[in-house]
Structure formats: structure tokens, C-alpha cells
């Protein structure tokens, strides 16, 4: 990925985790932006942080809890007092499934995993819309390849993404006139500590080893593996960038091709 690719841009990420959010931070200081690094857990932040400035990126860690009005107009204000614009904002919270058939799902479980995915990537959003109005800005909003599919025990989950989906496409409509572009990206697996951790688990239950359980899992993909962090975060930088200066409103799946749109 070229390091020049969002030269001079401020780029906000909400909801870093230390995997895909992490690499998505990491992936935009290399291509040249100043990244302000968002979520419930400032130790996380302040480590990814220092990562950015130890190969010469700039950060700025805003500890902020996207559920809560006060936090995120904190945030916007201590991104703009730091660097005076804001070209790009990049969602990436999302709230654990349940992992239940819909049957067995708790109502406050759905309701608690909208209030943080949709509304929260929404107030974030609606914060951060005059900022990158001024700017032409862009915001990418991270899906997942569970709107793709209809599988038993991620019902809950679907219902979350699809409604993020929904509103990141009226949004494109509506945010157009100001200039904004909105896209999302949908991952499939990805293959990181919690996936690696997460297969040597049911490795164990049948019997087998994690590399078997890779292999089965990966078999369905086209290219017979699974995506890393860092493929998806690259994808997310090209949407950010002015390569996709004429993309709005679209969904970029990234899963290797174990779906197709």
C-alpha cells in the first residue's frame, strides 16, 4: 500500500480492538495519516498508539464510549483541537453475538447489540458529518460476510449487520450532497489471536488439530485461506482514499471468496 495514500489526512477510528481495529490504525499512519484512536479501553489505545509513533506515525488516543452523547461530542472536539479537520472516519465497534438460534436470544441481547453497532456507528456519524463536510470526507463503516448468509446461531448478529448496512446506504444518499462518501467492508473470518485461539478450542472438542480445523474451514473459500487483518485493513484504506474518490454506497466483501455478492 502506497505510504502517500492518505498523505496530510486525519483519519478517526472507532472501536479499536486489538485486531482488525488495530491494523486498520496501523495501516492508515503507513499511508501517511494522523489517526485518533477511539474506544471504551485507553490501555489498548495507548498501546496501539505508541505503535503508530514508534515507526514515526502521528496518534491521538480519545477514550470514548460510543453509546454516550457527551462522549462522542468529546471526541469530535479533541480531534479537531489536535488537527483542525477531519478527513476520514472509519467505524469498526460492534457488540459480541450471542451465538443462539433467534429462538433463544434474549431481546435485550439484540437490542443491546443495535444500540452499540447501529446507533452508536450513527451518533458517531451524525457528530463527525460537519467536520467531514468541510473536508470531502469519507467514512467506512465495518460490516461482516454475515449479511451474506443465513447460517443457524447468527441471526442475531445478521440482524445487527443488515440494519448497519441499510443505514450506511441511506446515509450515502443522504450525505452526498455534502460531498461524503460512505462504504462499508465485510470481512469474513479473520485470522487473528482470537480466530487461532477460537479454532485450537473446537480442535479439542472433535478431536482434531487447529491446522485441520483451518484447512476445513478455508476449504470453502476460493482461494483456500483465510484473510488476515491487515488485507482487510488495506481494503479499508483504499475506500478512504482518493482511489475511491467515485465509490459511495457500496459494500466491499472480503472473505477470500467463501461468499460472493
Not at 20 to 33: E, N, P
Not at 61 to 84: H, K, N, Q, R, S
Not at 152 to 179: C, H, N, V
Not at 241 to 248: D, E, F, G, K, Y
Request: aromatic share 6%; net charge negative; glycine share 8%.
Amino acid at each position: 500500500m502506497s505510504s502517500e495514500l492518505l498523505a496530510g489526512k486525519v483519519v478517526v477510528v472507532s472501536g479499536v480492538g486489538p485486531g482488525l481495529g488495530r491494523s486498520i490504525c496501523l495501516q492508515a499512519a503507513a499511508a501517511g495519516a494522523a489517526v485518533v484512536l477511539a474506544a471504551r479501553t485507553e490501555s489498548r489505545l495507548t498501546d496501539i498508539a505508541a505503535e503508530i509513533e514508534s515507526g514515526g506515525g502521528r496518534s491521538l488516543v480519545v477514550p470514548t464510549d460510543i453509546t454516550d452523547d457527551d462522549a462522542v461530542t468529546a471526541l469530535v472536539a479533541a480531534t479537531l483541537a489536535e488537527y483542525g479537520r477531519v478527513d476520514v472516519l472509519v467505524n469498526n465497534a460492534f457488540a459480541l453475538p450471542s451465538m443462539k438460534p433467534l429462538a433463544r436470544t434474549d431481546f435485550d441481547q439484540i437490542a443491546a447489540g443495535l444500540d452499540l453497532t447501529v446507533l452508536g456507528t450513527l451518533r458517531v456519524i451524525k457528530a463527525f458529518t460537519e467536520a467531514l463536510a468541510e473536508t470531502d470526507g469519507a467514512i467506512v463503516n465495518i460490516n461482516s460476510m454475515v449479511i451474506r448468509h443465513s447460517e443457524p446461531r447468527y441471526g442475531s448478529y445478521k440482524i445487527t449487520k443488515s440494519a448497519m448496512l441499510a443505514m450506511s446506504q441511506t446515509l450515502a444518499t443522504e450525505l452526498g450532497d455534502k460531498g461524503i462518501r460512505i462504504n462499508s467492508v465485510a470481512p469474513g473470518y479473520i485470522w487473528d489471536d482470537q480466530l487461532k485461539w477460537y479454532f485450537g478450542e473446537v480442535a479439542t472438542k472433535y478431536g482434531i488439530t487447529p491446522e485441520q480445523v483451518y484447512e476445513q474451514t478455508a476449504s470453502r473459500s476460493d482461494l483456500k485461506r483465510l484473510p488476515e487483518p491487515d488485507e482487510i485493513a488495506d481494503a479499508v484504506v483504499f475506500l478512504a482514499s482518493p482511489l475511491a474518490r467515485a465509490i459511495t454506497g457500496h459494500t466491499l466483501d472480503v472473505n477470500c471468496g467463501e461468499y460472493h455478492d
